[in-house]
């Protein structure tokens, strides 16, 4: 699949989820390539249909992209619920168990889905897989001692990189930490990994959301398809 088409599948999965927003609503945005399809349409809506929601955004990006169309955005601790948070995601599996974070927001993105009544992805095909853990897994580190969670992963075998930028700066996240990505090509025991990263001090967030979303809205070549969750 080329990118125009994945783009495609992307757009459909974005316009297909913008239908969950309605008016009076209060609405948590994700971040990424795939929901910034999802906000030029809600974007759209808000400017041509009058649309009128609230949004709760999950990083400086998508905030910038959503205020730009006008759409009323407040701060997660000025709301007292949020109805619906749609987002993308990296990987997701058969068992709902994925990972997020290819954009350095896992943590804004776990601190407002965790406070959502309804969580929905929004992914192209590629990122339906079998067993999560081919796309790198990204953990949020603080900088002060990053070294050495690096070398403590490395010695559990995870195969540690810290994401560096086009100019080999170190990536900062919105809260200004670092980004560390585990190739671990399979992720065969998510629940027992997630123990032990959010266990390793140093270490803020991971960007395995285990069993957390509700409904996946995948665009697929024959129209957008809808797995949803029967296990939550
Ligand atoms: O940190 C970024 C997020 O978790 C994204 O939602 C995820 O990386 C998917 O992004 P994209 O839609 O660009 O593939």
């Known amino acids: ?50 649309l009128q929601f609230t949004g709760v955004t999950t990083s400086r990006r998508t905030q910038e992209q959503a205020e730009g169309y006008g759409i009323k955005i407040v701060d997660v601790d000025d709301v007292d ?23 350095a927001a896992l943590l804004w993105e776990k601190i407002v889905a965790t406070n ?45 990189v810290l994401r560096l930028d086009a100019d080999g700066k170190e990536v900062r996240t919105d809260e200004n930490n670092f980004v560390v990505d585990l190739h671990l090509g399979r992720i065969d025991h998510p629940r027992e990994l997630a123990e032990d990263l959010i266990n390793t001090v ?12 509700d409904t996946v809205i995948v665009g697929d070549p024959n129209g957008p398809r809808v797995m949803t969750n029967g296990n939550k």
Request: without cysteine; hydrophobic residues 40%; aromatic residues 6%.
């Open 1 to 50: 699949m080329d990118k125009a088409q994945q783009d495609a599948l992307k757009k459909a999965a974005g316009i297909e989820a913008a239908k969950l927003v309605t008016n009076g609503m209060i609405a948590g945005l994700g971040t990424g390539s795939t929901v910034r399809f999802l906000v030029d349409e809600l974007g759209r809506r808000v400017q041509e249909e009058g």
């Open 81 to 103: 619920h949020i109805d619906v948070t749609i987002d993308g995601a990296d990987e997701v599996d058969k068992n709902f168990d994925g990972i997020k974070g290819g954009g």
């Open 116 to 160: 959502s009544n309804k969580i929905v992805w929004i992914v192209d095909e590629s990122k339906v897989v079998d067993t999560i853990g081919a796309f790198p897994l990204p953990v949020e580190v603080i900088p002060f001692g990053a070294g050495h969670v690096i070398k403590k992963f490395e010695a559990k075998g995870y195969k540690p």
């Open 202 to 213: 140093g270490v803020v967030e991971h960007g395995l959301f285990l069993n957390m979303v």
